[in-house]
Nanobody, 126 residues
Framework: QVQLVESGGGLVQAGGSLRLSCAAS????????TGWFRQAPGKEREFVAG???????YYVDFVKGRFTISRDNTGNTVFLQMNSLKPEDTAVYYC????????????????????WGQGTQVTVSS
């Protein structure tokens, strides 16, 4: 059973940066796809960025050029560097792992992820 713990959220002014971390209970990220999702109040949880087991990355259009997903060499931590933050980026951010897809795949649907963290709040003030 993989356990995920996010950290790094907080309050930041528009234009600022935050770096989220997702720590796994075991060496996970070099074998499985990891996604970052976010959920704003009253909205559906949406995919933001992902990294495949083989290291490929994918971003949705509204974060391209601003967010960067990466992982450390141990395979135990995945990061989401968020720059040029906007008020509309305010949400609870979740990391999730999919152990059911191939090494090259980055799923964007929630149902493809079978492990989830508890989330970390990101608030961007205008």
């Amino acid at each position: 059973q993989v356990q995920l713990v996010e950290s790094g959220g907080g309050l930041v002014q528009a234009g600022g940066s935050l770096r989220l971390s997702c720590a796994a209970s075991e060496r996970t990220f070099s074998s499985y796809a990891t996604g970052w999702f976010r959920q704003a109040p009253g909205k559906e949880r949406e995919f933001v960025a992902g990294i495949s087991g083989s290291g490929g990355t994918y971003y949705v259009d509204f974060v391209k050029g601003r967010f960067t997903i990466s992982r450390d060499n141990t395979g135990n931590t995945v990061f989401l560097q968020m720059n040029s933050l906007k008020p509309e980026d305010t949400a609870v951010y979740y990391c999730a792992v999919s152990s059911i897809v191939g090494l090259q795949v980055i799923p964007t649907g929630r149902m493809s992820y079978n492990y989830w963290g508890q989330g970390t709040q990101v608030t961007v003030s205008s």
